[in-house]
């Protein structure tokens, strides 16, 4: 089964937005964690956000730590790129994670986006997540508008509005199935 591994920014605005139940829905079929460091990203956001709370004992994701010695030689790599001062060192655990154990990270950030993509791992945006829901039928356009919105105004940052999210996603070849209805919908 594949694994998707989630960074700070994707967890935080579903707990915010109060869509962790979409999140989980439109994740099925897919084993999910998220590193250790993103939690304790998340624990440190609970004193500004205490609804954040609600990510941290979620019973459909898995915490991994990155401590063996590939993941640990990983994590300085993009470290080395990413981590400023306590800044970035969830995106770093996650493509660490990700690379050593083939794993898809599922993030935002564009700088660590780019980054797990120049060194082969395969990485998700947010954007992708609700595209694919859209194609799985799971939700309606209009539904994809206003989680898009809701997103938004709990902070995340992307290249489209709500309203504009369908023609965006369409623009990207995001809406179109690259498998047979019997196969696994794969998140692109």
């Not at 992708?128 to 898009?148: D, P, T």
Request: proline content about 4%; overall charge negative; aromatic content about 6%.
């Amino acid at each position: 089964m594949p694994v998707l591994v989630f960074d700070t920014s994707p967890l935080s605005c579903f707990t915010r937005a109060d869509r962790l139940g979409l999140l989980k829905q439109l994740t099925d079929g897919f084993e999910r964690v998220t590193t250790t460091a993103v939690m304790d990203e998340i624990s440190n956001g609970c004193a500004l956000y205490p609804v954040l709370e609600q990510a941290l004992s979620l019973s459909w994701m898995k915490v991994v730590p990155v401590d063996g010695l590939d993941e640990l030689v990983a994590f300085a790599e993009y470290s080395s790129r990413l981590v400023v001062g306590n800044h970035n060192v969830g995106e770093a655990s996650v493509l660490a994670w990700a690379e050593v154990n083939g794993g898809i990270a599922v993030m935002d950030d564009q700088t660590a986006v780019s980054c797990g993509r120049e060194r082969g791992v395969d990485v998700k945006r947010t954007l992708a997540l609700i595209a694919r829901g859209v194609r799985k039928g799971i939700l309606q356009s209009s539904e994809s508008s206003g989680l898009v919105d809701d997103l938004i105004r709990a902070g995340a940052r992307y290249p489209c509005t709500g309203s504009e999210f369908m023609q965006w996603a369409s623009e990207n070849g995001l809406l179109i199935s690259s498998t047979p209805d019997d196969s696994p919908e794969p998140i692109r």
